[in-house]
């Protein structure tokens, strides 16, 4: 985890004050940044950071790196491109001078020579966690790189670390530990010191503030609650046992909306229903303050939803201006929400009613051919992985037609990357094989590549997780990855 010698953090300080300085003395800035809300977020902590500078500057929404994107940045006449969330996967094709990258993907393993070249006509400033000793996928993410350079920029830019929790709620980086840890840790104690958050010990499943009470816990996954998952009956009766009102007057109640005596009483009782699994369901949850509860804002989680459904779905812009507070903005991404949970819950029937699933030996699979969205395939994998429909003991390989060929999401649980596996290296190797181009994190990760090649990818996909996982089995004291 933490660099016990403090050497990272000193390097990552040294290189926060030199990208500064880049950015003070540039006159025009080009954001290029990612669709998800880590994207969004990290975008929005860049725009409103050179916006108090007074900066020149635009705001690009990007869904990956590809050639065009690559030719796009090198050849902008101005002076500086400040790449957010996105980039270090793709390193070495960058060559323009004045490039700014906050980003927390797995770096691209062929810059190394090229830093000294870039680095000695100070090119490049690359500002990545995995540079400094710590994990990009839960100790800090791309919003959180962006907000540390804005601090840098700024001291009294605190107020925009909410946008950061955000972020790296988003990307999963509480569910770990269930609770955000390490950089996280200390944006998190930014945010709460400006009174934008406030740290909540709460039940750890999705939509308290805005999903019905029956079905908020109908729908609880990773765990599963026996009795009430997946049992709208079982829900009811469940509240009407504990003497809870599920409804108030017409309307139904949310769990934020029960009295604390009540939610307490809930509680105990899915503990007991858990068992053994209770620990995994609770933690921290994380309330922004500035926003009402029914707006769906007041809770990071519920946040970040609204931001990915607004960037998986083309209205990146939207999203940015939900963060910048923007009301009208938030009716819009209202009805994009709307859309999401329409496309998922299809997306998931689609799937488990065709079954689709397929497992080999190390690993299970589906196609989604053109009726999932290539950005929305991710989520829908990894929600299969902790709902109980598949193998929690497999990493999961999803595909979806896209534009430029076929989109690949992975994932896997946390136990796998325990034991060695490394999805990033696995679709960036297994990609580049099969004339594709992937990366990402270990225990998420994507690539596209030729529709004509996909039952030749999963083979060097089954290949290389099996080696990885052998690998770890054969000498358990080898190199500690997380
Ligand atoms: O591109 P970016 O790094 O922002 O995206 C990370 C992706 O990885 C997110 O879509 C997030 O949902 C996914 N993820 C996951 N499980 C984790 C960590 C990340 O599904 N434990
Ligand atoms: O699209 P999906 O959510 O499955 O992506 C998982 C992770 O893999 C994200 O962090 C994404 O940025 C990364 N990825 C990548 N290169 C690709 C596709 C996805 O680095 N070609
Ligand atoms: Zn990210």
Known sequence: MLDSSGDGLRRMSRDLRAAASVLRDAKNIRVVT???????????IADMTLERMGKDHTVDFEKKITD???RSVNSWDGDVVWICDLGSGYLSEFDRDGLVITDHHVPDPKWRGRQMRLDSFGGLQHLNPHSYGYDGSFEVCGAGMTYLLSKELDPSNTDLAHLAVVGAVGDFQDSNHRRLVSLNRTILTDAVATGDVEIDDDLRYF????????QYLQYSSDPVIPGLSDNPRGCLEFLDSLGIPAKEGSHWRTWSSLSEAERERASDRISELLGPESDQA??????????????????????????????????APTGLRVCHGDVDALRVAEENRAEHRKHISAALSYVRENHLLRERRFIQWFDAGSRIRETVVGIVAGMMLTSGDCRRNLPIIAFAD?????????????????????????????????GGFGGGHTVAAGATIPPERKEEFLDIVEDLVSSQLERRSRHPDGLSLA
């Open 68 to 70: 065009e994107v690559i």
């Open 402 to 434: 896209s534009d430029d060929g076929v989109k690949v999401s992975a994932r896997a649980g946390r136990d796998l990357v325990d034991r060695g596996l490394d999805l990033s290296s696995v679709m960036k190797t297994a990609a580049g094989l099969v």
């Open 282 to 315: 609770f933690g921290e949850m994380y309330r922004i303050t500035r926003y009402d509860r029914q707006t769906g804002l007041g809770d990071a989680k519920e946040f970040a939803t609204v931001l990915n459904s607004c960037g998986r779905y083309d209205d």
């Open 207 to 214: 939509g308290r503030d805005t999903r019905p009470i029956n």
């Open 34 to 44: 990612h669709i998800d809300a880590d994207g969004i977020t990290a975008g929005a």
